[in-house]
């Protein structure tokens, strides 16, 4: 029984993922958007809720498959303490070849790159998530991650 309810919660948390990725594809206007098709209000509600070490709406998705407990990993390892180091740095994850071998540093233009894009941007990752889209959203999330 526990077999059962532990599959089908997995089975929903990626059900959800995947939903969540297809609806950042086509981000609804929004009625406060700039000129460049940004939140500002939201961005910048945020980005403060970053700074207090609060995580964005479009984390939720993030959680998914990872903490941001140091060494405390699930499905994806802890985002805890990544931002600035290499990827697939945490000794004590199985991290693809693909990642270990790829060269980047977790900075802004790469994180932007990657949660834009994962298997675009590093082939043979095994983050089969679709991506978030909505380039506000990204810099949200790596603020967010900044803090960890």
């Not at 594809?25 to 939201?42: I, S, V, Y």
Request: glycine fraction near 8%; charge should be positive; include cysteine.
């Amino acid at each position: 029984m526990i077999r059962l309810a532990l599959a089908a919660s997995l089975l929903l948390a990626l059900a959800a993922c995947g939903q969540a990725a297809r609806e950042s594809d086509n981000p609804k206007p929004d009625a406060t958007a700039g000129t460049q098709g940004e939140r500002p209000a939201q961005a910048v509600a945020e980005a403060s809720k970053a700074a207090a070490g609060e995580p964005p709406a479009a984390f939720v998705q993030c959680k998914i498959c990872h903490t941001t407990e140091p060494g405390k990993h699930l499905i994806g390892p802890s985002l805890a303490g990544v931002y600035g180091k290499p990827a697939g740095a945490a000794a004590d994850y199985p991290y693809s070849a693909a990642l270990k071998q790829a060269g980047l540093t977790w900075d802004d233009p790469t994180l932007d790159r990657f949660l834009d894009a994962p298997m675009k941007t590093v082939p043979g990752t095994r983050m089969t998530y679709a991506g978030l889209k909505d380039p506000a959203a990204r810099r949200e999330v790596i603020a967010y991650m900044k803090t960890l």
